[in-house]
């Protein structure tokens, strides 16, 4: 852990809210949901019954409403999104011309004989009729599964097919990489077999040429005549707002299943908390809508504050490593919220890029998706934030709906520790625990779980209130088990370690791939890094490191393995020393962001590949199986343990 401070701040200590969350957390969360608009008023705040916690229980709302109508009268011209395609296109919707597209979409889903409780998949790029889908069933009390347009066939038919969606809306295709994605050949793969798609719906993206089958519409036409008024629905603070399919290590994808008042309570305070935002903030979340933090911070929560926010179709990198740097320049962004995988990559081609950019704008800066290498969060803050922007570092889930645990700079000025997640947010009871339940020492490994409900918290699994119970809720009593291992140290900041359950097991040690990667990525000469298991006779189970080198460094490779080796001794202790060590130029990963170790401990054994169809480069695979035989090959494969 690193020791280091930074007091950077923006001025607000509000020590009134922690006090009084701290007091009562029910009264507490009961006055932050008067920060919505209710159509009526609950009678219970909090009906536990645990498992299940149902908040703000006899209260109607609706999300749609939240995002759009409430700001008709005071920011009815204001831009809520700037959206920048990856090919160079360019649109702006005012929140006035984004409400009216949201009423006519809604009315064609009830043309199409759509009700209250029926489910729609989304298959979109990052396109502005992806949040358009959204809120329109979410104004008609339809529950939408939003699906990652990187997602296979299969994937996306296991997703339709458990939700028994009955309509899906797609497009010809998304651009990626300079290539045209072709979104909807892969859905008429997906639902060939599936009799519960009626309609499947085509926003025209690309242009491309198309096969129309009996049940396929155009977008545009059914969108040429549709009225643009459409009233929202009441809806009940617990109906269901969306699914979203996360994968465990076995099984199907779980179908995480999110209501409405409670989860548009956390995620209007949480954002406010956070990001300090103000009307004159432009924010900048990069996250894919088809995961959790693309529903709450790219759609939900900013549209909800009324924000102006950047919405970028396209890979971070393309055409080249500048994007980023250029959107922010470009559209004067002050808010920026990323992942530390892609920090890591910007970081490998140093600070003559980003310093060739006007970053100005930029007042604060957040992380989100994984823990963050403390030399990662340095360069952040001083390179892009110049060393006058806080950091948020996040950390939550699919299944908490909004963030748990973060510094707050809307609410307190705190020091901020690279690598920390700082404190949790007002009103969450969050702990780090033994295999008994209990709590371990300060600054000692334990797992992360949260003693309370909380209004953001998952409703239940989809069509699976058993398997809730037992993957979230049954290893402890009354606590909910978050699979991640975290430590708290003697300030009472928590410092997450990575999953529970991505983790190795060296001579019955366990050890954090997260904590191990990090590790190897202090080593000034590495940008990134990723570790895996394979089979060990004797110690059960040996690790194997995959290497990127930042850009230009000439150092002998037997040398470069003996310094990160003592990197990994010093920082993590003797038993984690990999066994080998390779160095390659890239490393498979998902478009989201996330490394595929899957396939590197797969490589490493031997084994079949596996799906690839989600990487973002099917290049990196070849790049590490050629790295492996290789060294196998040669006698330079030093083990050095």
Same mark, same amino acid.
């Given at each position: 852990?690193?020791?280091?401070?930074?007091?950077?701040?923006?001025?607000?200590?509000?020590?009134?809210?922690?006090?009084?969350?701290?007091?009562?957390?029910?009264?507490?969360?009961?006055?932050?949901?008067?920060?919505?608009? %209710?159509?009526?008023?609950?009678?219970?705040?909090?009906?536990? *019954?645990?498992?299940?916690?149902?908040?703000?229980?006899?209260?109607?709302?609706?999300?749609?409403?939240?995002?759009?109508?409430?700001?008709?009268?005071?920011?009815? @011209?204001?831009?809520?999104?700037?959206?920048?395609?990856?090919?160079?296109?360019?649109?702006?919707?005012?929140?006035?011309? =984004?409400?009216?597209?949201?009423?006519?979409?809604?009315?064609?889903?009830?043309?199409?004989?759509?009700? @209250?409780?029926?489910?729609?998949?989304?298959?979109?790029? /990052?396109?502005?009729?992806?949040?358009?889908?959204?809120?329109?069933?979410?104004?008609?009390?339809?529950?939408?599964?939003?699906?990652?347009?990187?997602?296979?066939? *299969?994937?996306?038919?296991?997703?339709?097919?458990?939700? @028994?969606?009955?309509?899906?809306?797609?497009?010809?295709?998304?651009?990626?990489?300079?290539?045209?994605?072709?979104? $909807?050949?892969?859905?008429?793969? &997906?639902?060939?077999?599936?009799?519960?798609?009626?309609?499947?719906?085509?926003?025209?993206?690309?242009?491309?040429?198309?096969? /129309?089958?009996?049940?396929?519409?155009? %977008?545009?036409?059914?969108?040429?005549?549709?009225?643009?008024?459409?009233?929202?629905?009441?809806?009940?603070?617990?109906?269901? =707002?969306? !699914?979203?399919?996360?994968?465990?290590?076995?099984?199907?994808?779980? +179908?995480?299943?999110? +209501?409405?008042?409670?989860?548009?309570?956390? =995620?209007?305070?949480?954002?406010?908390?956070?990001?300090?935002?103000?009307?004159?903030?432009?924010?900048?979340?990069?996250?894919?809508?088809?995961?959790?933090?693309?529903?709450?911070?790219?759609?939900?929560?900013? =549209?909800?504050?009324? &924000?102006?926010?950047?919405?970028?179709?396209?890979?971070?990198?393309?055409?080249?490593?500048?994007? /980023?740097?250029?959107?922010?320049?470009?559209? @004067?962004?002050?808010?920026?919220?990323?992942?530390?995988?892609?920090?890591?990559?910007?970081?490998?081609?140093?600070?003559?890029?980003?310093?060739?950019?006007?970053?100005?704008?930029?007042?604060?800066?957040?992380?989100?998706?994984?823990?963050? *290498?403390?030399?990662?969060?340095?360069?952040?803050?001083?390179?892009?934030?110049?060393?006058?922007?806080?950091?948020?570092?996040? %950390?939550?889930?699919?299944?908490?709906?909004? !963030?748990?645990?973060?510094?707050?700079? +809307?609410?307190?000025?705190?020091?901020?520790?690279?690598?920390?997640?700082?404190?949790? !947010?007002? +009103?969450?009871?969050?702990?780090?625990?033994?295999?008994?339940?209990?709590?371990?020492?300060? *600054?000692?490994?334990?797992?992360?779980?949260?003693?309370?409900?909380?209004?953001?918290?998952?409703?239940?699994?989809?069509?699976?209130?058993?398997?809730?119970?037992?993957?979230? %809720?049954? $290893?402890?009593?009354?606590?909910?088990?978050?699979?991640?291992?975290?430590?708290?140290?003697?300030?009472?900041?928590?410092?997450?370690?990575?999953?529970?359950?991505?983790?190795?097991?060296?001579?019955?040690?366990?050890?954090?791939?997260?904590?191990?990667?990090?590790?190897?990525?202090?080593?000034?000469?590495?940008?990134?890094?990723?570790?895996?298991?394979?089979?060990?006779?004797?110690?059960?189970?040996?690790?194997?490191?995959?290497?990127?080198?930042?850009?230009?460094?000439?150092?002998?490779?037997?040398?470069?393995? $003996?310094? !990160?080796?003592?990197?990994?001794?010093?920082?993590?202790?003797?038993?984690?020393?990999?066994?080998?060590?390779?160095?390659?130029?890239?490393?498979?990963?998902?478009?989201?962001?996330?490394? /595929?170790?899957?396939?590197?401990?797969?490589?490493?054994?031997?084994?079949?590949?596996?799906?690839?169809?989600?990487?973002?480069?099917?290049?990196?695979?070849?790049?590490?199986?050629?790295?492996?035989?290789?060294?196998?090959?040669?006698?330079?494969?030093?083990?050095?343990?």
């Amino acid at each position: 852990m690193d020791s280091k401070v930074f007091n950077v701040g923006l001025g607000n200590n509000d020590f009134e809210t922690r006090k009084k969350s701290d007091s009562d957390f029910i009264s507490f969360w009961n006055e932050q949901a008067k920060n919505l608009s %209710w159509f009526s008023s609950w009678t219970k705040t909090l009906d536990w *019954n645990p498992p299940f916690g149902r908040w703000f229980v006899g209260g109607t709302l609706n999300a749609s409403y939240n995002a759009l109508d409430i700001h008709q009268n005071t920011r009815s @011209k204001k831009p809520a999104i700037l959206w920048e395609g990856e090919n160079g296109d360019s649109r702006t919707l005012t929140y006035n011309e =984004l409400l009216t597209e949201v009423q006519k979409f809604s009315n064609v889903l009830k043309s199409l004989g759509l009700k @209250k409780g029926d489910r729609v998949t989304i298959y979109l790029p /990052m396109v502005p009729e992806l949040p358009i889908s959204m809120l329109s069933c979410a104004r008609i009390g339809v529950i939408h599964t939003v699906v990652f347009s990187g997602f296979s066939s *299969n994937a996306l038919k296991e997703r339709i097919d458990d939700s @028994k969606s009955k309509i899906v809306i797609t497009a010809d295709g998304g651009y990626r990489r300079g290539s045209v994605v072709k979104l $909807k050949s892969v859905v008429d793969e &997906a639902i060939q077999e599936l009799d519960c798609v009626q309609n499947v719906i085509v926003f025209e993206r690309t242009k491309i040429p198309i096969k /129309m089958n009996p049940k396929d519409h155009l %977008w545009s036409e059914l969108m040429k005549n549709a009225s643009t008024k459409c009233e929202p629905e009441k809806l009940s603070s617990d109906h269901p =707002l969306y !699914i979203l399919y996360t994968s465990g290590t076995t099984g199907k994808p779980k +179908g995480v299943l999110h +209501g409405t008042g409670g989860y548009l309570t956390q =995620l209007y305070s949480t954002f406010k908390w956070a990001f300090d935002i103000k009307d004159s903030d432009v924010f900048f979340c990069t996250a894919d809508i088809g995961w959790v933090t693309g529903h709450s911070y790219v759609v939900y929560a900013p =549209l909800m504050h009324g &924000a102006t926010e950047v919405m970028y179709e396209g890979a971070p990198d393309y055409p080249d490593i500048s994007r /980023m740097w250029d959107i922010i320049q470009k559209y @004067k962004v002050t808010i920026f919220y990323t992942t530390p995988t892609a920090l890591r990559m910007f970081m490998r081609f140093g600070d003559d890029i980003p310093n060739s950019y006007d970053l100005s704008t930029l007042r604060l800066l957040g992380t989100v998706g994984e823990p963050i *290498n403390p030399e990662v969060w340095k360069w952040y803050f001083k390179t892009i934030g110049k060393e006058k922007c806080p950091i948020i570092d996040t %950390w939550w889930q699919t299944e908490t709906g909004g !963030i748990m645990l973060s510094p707050l700079p +809307g609410l307190e000025t705190i020091p901020l520790k690279p690598g920390s997640a700082t404190l949790p !947010i007002p +009103g969450v009871d969050i702990a780090v625990v033994d295999e008994g339940g209990k709590d371990v020492k300060v *600054n000692t490994k334990g797992y992360l779980v949260i003693r309370k409900p909380w209004p953001g918290m998952l409703l239940t699994l989809w069509g699976d209130d058993e398997k809730y119970k037992a993957v979230y %809720w049954s $290893k402890y009593d009354h606590s909910y088990y978050s699979g991640d291992y975290a430590i708290r140290d003697e300030d009472g900041y928590f410092w997450i370690l990575g999953r529970a359950d991505d983790v190795l097991k060296v001579a019955g040690h366990r050890i954090g791939t997260a904590e191990l990667e990090s590790s190897i990525v202090s080593h000034n000469d590495v940008a990134e890094a990723a570790v895996c298991g394979i089979p060990h006779d004797i110690k059960g189970e040996v690790i194997i490191a995959f290497v990127v080198l930042k850009q230009q460094i000439q150092k002998n490779e037997q040398v470069l393995r $003996k310094e !990160i080796v003592e990197m990994v001794r010093k920082g993590v202790g003797p038993i984690a020393t990999p066994e080998q060590i390779y160095f390659v130029s890239k490393l498979p990963k998902t478009r989201s962001g996330k490394i /595929m170790r899957r396939l590197l401990k797969s490589i490493a054994k031997n084994e079949k590949i596996g799906d690839t169809s989600t990487l973002e480069d099917e290049a990196a695979v070849s790049e590490v199986q050629s790295a492996f035989n290789e060294l196998k090959k040669s006698a330079k494969n030093t083990k050095t343990n």
